[in-house]
């Protein structure tokens, strides 16, 4: 028989993204409404490990709907990848009598979840908190919206200056492993080219559609490069090899660098999460463990942790067919 639930912390751990505030707030709320103890974890597995844990109530999350960050603070703890790590972490839960937690982070964060599940049979839920979307099992994880939103709005202003001086722009978009953002914000600002980890189109073919864009009358080009992108070249090697081999371009670099994750969520995000907060305490006290929670077709969804993390989301090929032909 599992155990019965009556306190459950919550946490946010690995890189923040916009909209985790309204996950913890979502969570928070959920447990008040359910009558169950909630108390928070600071700091991520690190503050698990020390005991820095808070009790909540509904009040306690109060005008943090709309910040970006995580109020609960976040980390990649090293400790806790160890066994010993783990244990510390372990008997701190059992000190505090808490009986599962919700863990809001990405690949790296749920990796630990799951192995602390294994370990010492803990209820544990994932909900998936990343600007990158590279998570399987949900159409969108907490802060991708935002970020793409993000990127656009800047790509917008950097296209004024393109188009003033007739310019050609590198700019380069988070995405070590995987280019959701690179290819969506690309589509959604109207950029000529699209560099990301997924393909590898190689650098003729960039000369190639520079060169074209130039025939065909366009005075400007932006093309977004995703940080993992695999042409071997970074975003300033890349403004070099074509100026030496397309002199007709006056080019310019812009990184956005943590501007991306940071920011206000969007609606998009803050209703996301708050469905997402909800859903992983219901499925706690459904007796659900190690499980994400996910949406899909807009409809939440529980997905086994082991799936979400087997590997990175696909690129969406229809996409990519929309910017080749957008491009045009
Ligand atoms: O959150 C994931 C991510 O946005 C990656 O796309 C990026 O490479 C990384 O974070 C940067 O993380 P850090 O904050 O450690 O520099």
Known sequence: MTKKINKIAVFTSGGDSPGMNSAIRSVVRTCAFMKLECVAIYRGYQGMIDGDFKPMNARSVNNIINKGGTVLKSARCEEFRTPEGRKKAYDQLVKAKIDAFVVIGGNGSFAGA???????????????????????GTSY???????INTVVEVIDKIRDTASSHNRLFFVEVMGRDVGHIALNAGVGAGAEEILIPEQNLGLERLLDSLKRSKKSGKSSSIVIVAEGDKTGKNVFE??????????????RVSVLGHMQRGGNPTCFDRVLASRMGVKSVEA?????????????????????????????????????????????
Not at 114 to 132: H, K, R, W
Not at 141 to 147: E, K, L, W
Not at 295 to 316: C, F, G, N, Q, W
Request: glycine fraction near 6%; avoid cysteine.
């Open 114 to 136: 799951q192995l602390f599940n294994e370990e010492f049979d803990f209820p544990v839920m994932g909900i998936p908190g990343t600007i990158d979307n590279d998570i399987i």
């Open 284 to 328: 706690l006290l459904e007796g659900k463990s190690n499980y994400m929670v996910g949406i899909r077709d807009t409809k939440l969804v529980l997905v086994p942790i082991k799936e979400a993390i087997s590997a990175h989301t696909a690129i969406d090929e229809e996409l990519i067919r929309v910017s080749d032909i957008m491009t045009t």
């Open 141 to 147: 994880t907490i802060g991708f919206d935002t970020a």
């Open 238 to 251: 890349l403004k070099e090899y074509v100026e030496e081999h397309l002199p007709i371009y006056d080019v």
